[in-house]
């Protein structure tokens, strides 16, 4: 069982509104949102810029980007 740690943070606004956005499409607490985001920090994708296009490998768990995701994402602007 992982322990935690109640605190207060002063975030920039930036941050506060990307942990919110994870936070309502996922479906988790902000604190949740938080700690994902912080877990995708600790290790960074590194970039395959040897070719023409640059690649990057992700993690199996990571969401795709559909194109219902990205209309989704469009529509909210």
């Known amino acids: 069982m992982m ?3 109640r605190t207060t ?9 990307a942990a919110r956005s994870v936070s309502a ?6 604190g949740d949102a938080l700690a ?3 877990r995708r920090g600790l290790h ?7 070719k023409a296009f640059p690649s ?6 990571t969401e795709r980007i559909t194109l219902k995701r990205t209309l989704d994402a469009e529509d909210e602007l």
Do not use: C, G, K, N
């Open 9 to 17: 943070l002063t975030l920039p606004d930036d941050v506060y509104e």
């Open 36 to 38: 994902l985001l912080v």
């Open 56 to 61: 990057f490998r992700l993690p199996e768990d």
């Open 3 to 5: 322990s935690s740690v």
């Open 25 to 30: 499409e996922r479906q988790i607490s902000l």
């Open 44 to 50: 960074p994708v590194s970039v395959d810029a040897s």
